[in-house]
């Protein structure tokens, strides 16, 4: 992360800003952004307290970077899941049995929509409607 371009690109905001403010509304403008991050940070660290308070000593445990859901790569997970391996079954010591092929199934005709026309409207149930 270039933390050198995200600085300017605040400093350009912030210059902005001011011109948009104006120079005599700007320090009320400060103090309200400044009011609002401490309150964001006071919920955060009342946050984090409840946590510890609710699941207990075993919130130390967790490893969170675990638990992050950008380390995830769908295409990682599904190339790994078809090259995995399948385990082969392990070989019988009954003899195996030759089988007769069985007949083919008889062929079924594809479904076909019908087709409605004022003549022949589609069903109407007056109780579903």
């Given at each position: 992360?270039?933390?050198?371009?995200?600085?300017?690109?605040?400093?350009?905001?912030?210059?902005?800003?001011?011109?948009?403010i104006?120079?005599?509304?700007?320090?009320?403008?400060?103090?309200?952004?400044?009011?609002?991050?401490?309150?964001?940070?006071?919920?955060?660290?009342?946050?984090?307290?409840?946590?510890?308070?609710?699941?207990?000593?075993?919130?130390?445990?967790?490893?969170?970077?675990?638990?992050?859901?950008?380390?995830?790569?769908?295409?990682?997970?599904?190339?790994?899941a078809?090259?995995?391996?399948?385990?082969?079954?392990?070989?019988?010591?009954?003899?195996?049995?030759?089988?007769e092929?069985?007949?083919?199934?008889?062929?079924?005709?594809?479904?076909?929509?019908?087709?409605?026309?004022?003549?022949?409207?589609?069903?109407?149930?007056?109780?579903?409607?």
């Amino acid at each position: 992360m270039d933390f050198g371009l995200t600085f300017e690109k605040l400093l350009l905001i912030g210059v902005v800003a001011a011109f948009i403010i104006g120079p005599e509304r700007l320090p009320k403008a400060a103090e309200t952004f400044a009011k609002f991050v401490r309150r964001g940070g006071e919920y955060l660290r009342d946050t984090k307290s409840r946590m510890r308070e609710e699941i207990g000593p075993e919130i130390d445990d967790v490893d969170w970077r675990k638990l992050d859901p950008r380390q995830y790569d769908p295409r990682r997970i599904i190339r790994d899941a078809l090259l995995e391996d399948t385990p082969s079954a392990p070989a019988s010591t009954a003899p195996a049995v030759i089988r007769e092929p069985q007949p083919a199934a008889p062929r079924r005709a594809p479904l076909m929509r019908p087709v409605f026309t004022r003549e022949t409207p589609p069903p109407f149930d007056m109780e579903a409607t």
